[in-house]
């Protein structure tokens, strides 16, 4: 197992001998405790990596990948609403709850790396979709950790799928 560490008061993430800044939550950084949904924190704590979700037309997986990844499309979302039996698990839409799309006009999902926070089980309310994917000029994102396009593409070829991210 190997760490990927996120330091958010330098806002830079580790991984072996590489550096590379990073972007977090619009609120900082929160316990994993005091997590509440869409507050903008990016929760502490030590999170397994899940899966990779690429977008067609946009990316595509190296063949050194070896996480478990899938496309993503139009009906992509993620439960976002606490009243949702689904809540915090990818959904299909439309959806009769508030889910996000997974599918943006934007980058930024071109490529999600899922972390498994408040997912075994997910506690309504207390976070869902936190994400490590590509940001926007390193600018904070609503709980998530970002990196750049060039980092990600680098950094996923050498992440094995009992790889964890740890946000300190």
Known sequence: MNVLQVDTQSRKLTF???IM????????ACHSGQKQEGDG??????WPI??????PGRSLPSAAVTLPWRWVGGQDGWSDDPS???YNRPVRLPHGFSAE???RDDPLYDVIVALGHNDAPPDPGKG???????????????GCVAIARTDMDR?????????IVEIS
């Open 41 to 46: 924190c990016t929760p502490l704590g030590r």
């Open 50 to 55: 899940r899966t990779v979700l690429f977008r």
């Open 128 to 142: 869902s979709a936190i994400f490590l994917h590509i940001w926007n000029d390193a600018k904070p994102t609503e």
């Open 84 to 86: 949702d039996p689904s």
């Open 155 to 163: 950094l996923l070829p050498q992440l094995m799928p009992d790889d």
């Open 101 to 103: 799309n997974l599918v």
């Open 16 to 18: 072996h001998d590489e």
């Open 21 to 28: 800044d990073c972007a977090i939550g619009r609120s900082g």
